[in-house]
């Protein structure tokens, strides 16, 4: 059975086609081995070509699948020490130990943790996701600001709209951010919602 298992797990870390079904297929039993593979609880030797940024997105990707069949085991197994790939995750797990963990995050002294913890509380709701998104609009890290602000239009777009406008007379701005603010201002005044990836 494990060996079922590793190869499809293999076949995940490649990027088969249909690869992702069949890890969902596995149901919890494939994420627990996912789990132990990818927090080094477990040893195999996986049949895969995937090497380098490819291999790396790959255990991503299985982790995240694996989190979502299972997210009880997810949240119980994390590390203590949690990584932005489990930061992302956490964004689609609803649960409040997820939230709380995001909220910790979004004050992390790394910029990288904090700005993927205020994406990734922009997908709950509750009083302390909104709290910790309203503390990040004061970051002192423009990156940061601006997830924010997108957070905050997403649900309310008029005043996201006045947060853009703002955002956008700062000093300090890099040509990305601005161009990315304006992008998502456009939207605003047009009165349309902003895509997901709006530039």
């Not at 490819?54 to 990707?61: E, N, P, Q, T």
Request: hydrophobic share 45%.
């Amino acid at each position: 059975m494990i060996d079922g298992l590793d190869a499809v797990i293999a076949r995940v870390l490649d990027w088969e086609p249909g690869a992702d079904e069949a890890l969902i297929a596995a149901g919890p039993t494939g994420a627990r081995r996912v789990f132990d593979l990818y927090y080094g609880r477990a040893t195999a030797n996986l049949a895969t070509s995937a090497t380098g940024r490819d291999l790396g997105d790959g255990w991503s990707a299985a982790l995240h699948i694996a989190a979502l069949v299972a997210p009880e085991e997810f949240l119980a197994q994390m590390p203590s020490r949690v990584g932005t790939t489990e930061i992302v995750i956490l964004g689609d797990i609803n649960d409040p130990r997820a939230t709380r963990i995001l909220c910790e995050q979004a004050r992390h002294e790394d910029f990288l943790h904090r700005v993927n913890a205020v994406r990734a509380l922009a997908k709950h709701t509750g009083r302390a996701s909104r709290e910790a998104v309203e503390r990040a609009l004061a970051d002192v890290d423009l990156v940061v600001r601006s997830a924010a602000i997108r957070c905050v239009a997403d649900t309310d777009p008029s005043r996201g709209r006045t947060l853009y406008e703002a955002f956008l007379e700062e000093p300090s701005l890099t040509p990305l951010l601005r161009q990315e603010a304006r992008r998502a201002l456009s939207y605003l005044r047009e009165g349309t919602p902003i895509p997901p990836q709006p530039w």
